[in-house]
């Protein structure tokens, strides 16, 4: 690819899967390297535990948590560096907030978590991806099995057209070609739609369609959708920017009570969202000519009381100009 | 300056400013215009409106001249299934079913047909087989009824036979409508409802392609990205957002194909051999449809005969309008509905 200016570079050559990393996370030490501070539901054993998950957890069961890492992610649209060298860790069952400017590459850097950025056509990137370790970039790995591990809400509510609640709810068991008995099936609609904060408004109208739900009901029926298939990551691209502070704050609690059962990694432009829901956060910036990079990473209350980089004081403070 | 002109003054005041006074009703609401913007929606309301004006006058004329037929046979012209020009006997009651069997015909092979080229083409094909593909098809409609006549008369017909007599000789012990009667004889196989069908699929292919790929296409990017972004595979978000975001522009489409294959008339014309019997062997030689009796018959007709074929021309126009207006609600019905999902 001579047009991809990135690739050819030998230094953002991906590193094979594993060096310097831990490939095979889980064990009582792994927890240490994995998640900084959170107490963790000790899970199964790793050996036991295929890379690519296809049996079902349910929501509301202890989970092994998972944590995300990038190592020196750049990516291109075209000829247009959006990204360059971000490497971040994103610990397993907390939430980690991404903030930055218009344009600075947060969304762009979210969709390469789950391998959507590779749907633009003209999009490329260098750098790896590591979920639990191993890369999701990694030659022979299906996006669609990346994606189920890796949910995704969207800053539009996007309920499929025509279906019910039940079916929207139960459509990523079917996308994913995932088969269960209708009772099993039934219990995880209900658990699913709990956790994201929604049981109580629809019980009693499951089989009404999606579309006709409010707003915030929708956005929260996104997310019931995605824990459905019970990934271990959730990225979420400023989920509550199109909804009222009510169900700005629904969302904001269902985020709350999913800490801690699993990893999430939020872009919000609301400097106060992102202090009530995240302990990490990531702090972007671009300027004209230089592409998106982490201007300073860290644990959320000291990136917001004490920053480090001028910039980053300016920018949560609301002096950017 | 805002305030110019004079509207704009009195929009500036503060509603209900006369206090308590003021009259709790609707205002009337004036938005001057200007006379460009009046002459260009004179032009365009002329324009649409003539619409309505030829259909009107077409039906009229149909209706005016073929009352003196309608007259003369009462009812019987739609329980009739002999038309015989000579004795001046008149009835669709044969070639009215039969146009519609034509057309099934042509819609049960056009439709997946035309939906998967359209799901292909909006969803599968790279950039430059798109673009082909689009062109190709838009080509297909842009051939001569006369043409497709042709090639189904003299290239189809002598091919398809043997495909005729092995359907037939293997379902038509189970599938009565697939039977032939007096097999034996060669000719039975020819000139048949399923042929003219065949070939009348050739031209409704076109429309009902281009219309569903559009609506195809129009799927909404959040949605189709929601599918992926759950581990769907490709087809698995075509059949959870694109084929339900789509179904009411198909459904219109289809019936728009329909429309059309009712209408069809020298293709069909030029293949049929033409009877006054209700169609029920669809593989049998024999078939007919008003638009191709109207064609075959209005040379040697005496004017009690040419008001016939207005009469069955008029019904022909009205069904296809209802079919075409069904069809317009569907689509409308789905456009907004794609509105609200928004
Ligand atoms: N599909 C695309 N094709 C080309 N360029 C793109 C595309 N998507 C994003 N970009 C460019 O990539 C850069 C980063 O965009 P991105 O959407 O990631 O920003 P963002 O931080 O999410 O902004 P916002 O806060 O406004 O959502 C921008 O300069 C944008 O113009
Ligand atoms: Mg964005």
Same mark, same amino acid.
């Given at each position: ?321 | =300056? ?307 074929? =207005? ?13 075409? =207006? ?17």
């Amino acid at each position: 690819m001579t047009d991809n200016p990135g690739v050819d570079t030998p230094a953002q050559q991906p590193v094979p899967v594993g060096v310097g990393y831990r490939a095979n996370a889980g064990g009582p030490d792994s927890d240490a390297v994995e998640t900084l501070a959170l107490p963790v539901a000790a899970g199964p054993s790793p050996a036991a535990r295929p890379a690519l998950r296809s049996e079902l957890r349910e929501p509301d069961a202890p989970a092994q948590l998972f944590g995300l890492r990038t190592r020196d992610v750049s990516a291109w649209f075209g000829d247009h560096k959006v990204l360059e060298r971000v490497s971040l860790t994103m610990p397993a069952g907390q939430v980690t907030a991404l903030i930055g400017p218009s344009g600075c590459g947060k969304s762009t850097y979210l969709r390469i978590l789950n391998r959507m950025h590779e749907m633009v056509r003209s999009a490329c990137l260098a750098g790896a991806v590591l979920l639990d370790g191993e890369d999701v970039y990694a030659p022979g790995r299906r996006p669609a099995d990346v994606r189920r591990r890796i949910g995704m809400v969207f800053q539009r509510p996007n309920p499929f057209p025509g279906m019910s609640i039940y079916d929207n709810v139960a459509s990523g068991l079917k996308l994913a070609g995932i088969k269960v008995r209708k009772d099993q099936r039934d219990h995880l609609v209900e658990s699913s739609l709990v956790s994201a904060g929604l049981w109580t408004e629809v019980r009693n109208r499951l089989r009404t369609p999606g579309g006709a739900l409010s707003g915030g009901q929708q956005q929260r029926l996104c997310i019931a959708r995605s824990l459905a298939v019970s990934p271990d990551v959730l990225l979420m691209d400023e989920p509550c920017s199109a909804l009222d502070p009510t169900s700005t704050r629904r969302v904001e609690e269902t985020i709350a009570e999913l800490r801690g059962r699993l990893t999430i990694v939020i872009v919000t432009h609301n400097m106060q969202q992102a202090q009530r829901v995240s302990q990490s956060c990531a702090f972007f910036l671009a300027t004209h000519d230089t592409p998106g990079r982490i201007v300073e990473a860290g644990d959320t209350a000291q990136l917001f009381g004490n920053p480090v980089d001028p910039r980053t004081a300016d920018y949560v403070n609301g002096r950017f100009g | =300056m805002i305030s110019r002109t004079p509207g704009a003054v009195r929009h500036a005041e503060p509603v209900g400013g006369g206090g308590d006074q003021a009259a709790d009703r609707p205002r009337r609401i004036t938005a001057p215009v200007t006379p460009g913007d009046l002459v260009f929606r004179g032009v365009l309301r002329a324009a649409g409106l003539s619409v309505f004006l030829i259909m009107g006058l077409i039906a009229f004329f149909l209706l005016l001249r073929g009352l003196q037929a309608l007259h003369a046979t009462g009812w019987s012209f739609f329980t009739q299934e002999k038309w015989l020009t000579q004795s001046h006997v008149f009835g669709i009651a044969a070639v009215l079913p039969d146009g519609v069997i034509i057309a099934m015909v042509a819609l049960v092979i056009a439709v997946p047909v035309a939906l998967t080229t359209a799901v292909y083409v909006s969803e599968y094909a790279p950039e430059r087989i798109r673009s082909a593909l689009v062109s190709l098809v838009d080509l297909m409609a842009a051939i001569p009824s006369i043409v497709y006549g042709l090639w189904g008369l003299f290239f189809l017909q002598p091919r398809i036979v043997g495909f005729v007599r092995w359907t037939t000789m293997h379902l038509g012990h189970w599938i009565p409508f697939l039977k032939v009667r007096s097999g034996d004889i060669g000719a039975s196989y020819t000139s048949s409802p399923f042929i003219v069908g065949t070939v009348v699929s050739l031209m409704i292919i076109p429309i009902v392609t281009s219309l569903s790929r559009e609506v195809f296409s129009q799927a909404p990017q959040g949605e189709r990205e929601g599918a992926y972004a759950l581990g769907s595979t490709r087809w698995g978000m075509v059949r959870s957002v694109v084929l339900p975001f789509g179904r009411g522009g198909v459904v219109g489409a289809v019936m728009l194909g329909f429309g059309r294959a009712m209408g069809e008339t020298i293709a069909v014309a030029l293949i049929i051999s033409p009877k006054f019997t209700v169609t029920t062997h669809i593989l049998e030689n024999g078939a007919n449809s008003i638009s191709s009796l109207i064609a075959l018959h209005f040379g040697e007709s005496d004017p009690l005969s040419l008001s016939a074929l =207005m009469a069955a021309g008029l019904v022909l126009f009205g069904l296809t309008l209802v079919v075409n =207006m069904l069809a317009a609600v569907v689509i409308g019905r789905s456009r907004s509905g794609a509105a609200t999902a928004d």
